[in-house]
């Protein structure tokens, strides 16, 4: 038997057989040889040197105020009902697409907010918000 001494004792070797694990390391040593100078390889190259900025157009802001009495006022303007949709509409046209803000008067009736905010859509009109000011304490 092959796990026995030759000189006819029956003890086991007590020896570990080391040439498994030694085939194990060369396969992995071999494996890192060809990997290693793959992972690194690089060429060196002085790239140039630019600054490159994107430039940031902010939107401007379009104010549709909406007074007591029911007029409309597209920023110092006032306009006539029947204006409106075409200047809303022009304004819908630019690059970038500018925001509405619509300022309404605690007094108006809200008919009157509600058609300005569909001519703003029916216009096109992306971003619509409203205008209000903080209670006072």
Do not use: C
């Amino acid at each position: 038997m092959a796990g026995f001494i030759a000189d006819g004792t029956d003890e086991v070797m007590s020896e570990i057989n080391m040439v498994p694990f030694i085939d194990v390391m060369l396969v992995l040593l071999i494996i890192f040889i060809i990997t290693v100078p793959v992972m690194k390889h690089a060429v060196n190259v002085e790239l140039p040197k630019a600054a490159n900025e994107m430039e940031v157009v902010k939107p401007e802001t379009v104010r549709l105020s909406v007074q007591a009495d029911g007029s409309y006022w597209l920023g110092e303007d006032k306009i006539a009902d029947e204006q409106l949709p075409a200047r809303l509409q022009a304004e819908a046209g630019k690059q970038p697409q500018p925001d509405l803000h619509i300022r309404g008067d605690k007094d108006v009736r809200y008919e009157r907010v509600a058609q300005a905010m569909a001519a703003a859509q029916q216009a096109g009109l992306k971003k619509i918000g409203f205008i209000t000011e903080p209670p006072k304490p």
